[in-house]
């Protein structure tokens, strides 16, 4: 189930296990001294898509999907089943590390795949409901009672990380979104001059559809339009205060093909007409 080495810090090396295997998932508890655990890439046998999930008793750090993630006690890490992966595993207060490691088959959260296939959650809550289904599957010694197999243990699992996964989406769209508002307004405040300003343009600069960035600004309750325009107007009003060009110049320069256009807006924004 693992297909995974380990390479220990040191010399005085020592490990436990206890796993289960029913069907295409499985479960492992691991107690191991310090060390790196590293897991090939790919799905092995008969094991479709699945999910690996990693609950963590200590710190460590996961390399995978081109990116470090600190991982802290409680830390649950959900991966890609053909994700390639290593955890660097510190010593806990036992001196040892304890991990869960656990292959969920089914189909992969939608989370995870627009998260370069791993999400890494903290949560202690979803961490023990996790271990503890996992602990039924894991007896300390023999079969694997009849009873015990019947229970859908890894559907429940499963279900338990999907739903946590978009729960947690959910709750962080707003703040991305808002972050990615931020971001577009000031490309445009640097970009006021660019004729080409406009819907087409930021929605290639960021990689999103028009549909997304008008969506973005109105749960901002801003216009794209009144933003764009308001942003030439303050850039255009400071370079003519500053004086040293014609205001003819300046409503040129800033994206206005039509003076009136210019003037009417300019007045109605600052309550008067432009001046050096």
């Known amino acids: 189930m693992l297909r995974a080495a380990f390479e220990p810090d040191g010399k005085d090396f020592r490990a436990a296990i206890r796993f289960s295997i029913l069907g295409s998932s499985g479960a492992a508890h691991l107690r191991i001294t310090p060390g790196v655990l590293t897991r090939r890439g790919g799905r092995g046998g008969d094991a479709g898509p699945h999910v690996l999930v990693l609950v963590l008793r200590g710190n460590g750090l996961l390399t995978a999907g081109g990116a470090r993630r600190p991982l802290s006690p409680n830390s649950v890490a959900v991966l890609s089943g053909d994700l390639e992966f290593s955890l660097a595993l510190s010593a806990g207060e036992a001196g040892s590390c304890e991990l869960d490691l656990l292959q969920v088959a089914g189909a992969e959260p939608p989370a995870l795949a627009k998260a370069s296939g791993v999400r890494v959650t903290k949560s202690a809550s979803l961490a023990d409901y996790i271990v503890g289904l996992a602990e039924l599957v894991q007896p300390e010694g023999g079969d694997i009672g009849p009873c015990q197999r019947d229970i859908p243990i890894f559907d429940y699992i499963g279900v338990a990380i999907r739903d946590y996964l978009a729960q947690e989406e959910r709750e962080e769209g707003p703040r991305r979104d808002h972050g990615l508002y931020?971001?577009?307004?000031?490309?445009i405040d640097r970009n006021v001059k660019n004729q080409a300003l406009g819907a087409d343009l930021l929605a290639r600069e960021f990689a999103i559809s028009k549909r997304k960035l008008?969506?973005?600004f109105y749960d901002s309750r801003a216009s794209l339009?009144?933003?764009?325009m308001t942003a030439r107007l303050e850039a255009a009003r400071r370079e003519i205060e500053a004086g040293g060009q014609k205001v003819a110049s300046v409503i040129l320069d800033h994206g206005f093909?039509?003076?009136?256009?210019?003037?009417?807006?300019?007045?109605?924004?600052?309550g008067r007409v432009p001046r050096a």
């Open 182 to 187: 931020h971001r577009i307004r000031a490309f």
């Open 214 to 216: 008008y969506s973005i």
């Open 225 to 228: 339009h009144e933003t764009i």
């Open 257 to 270: 093909s039509n003076p009136s256009t210019f003037y009417r807006n300019y007045k109605r924004h600052f």
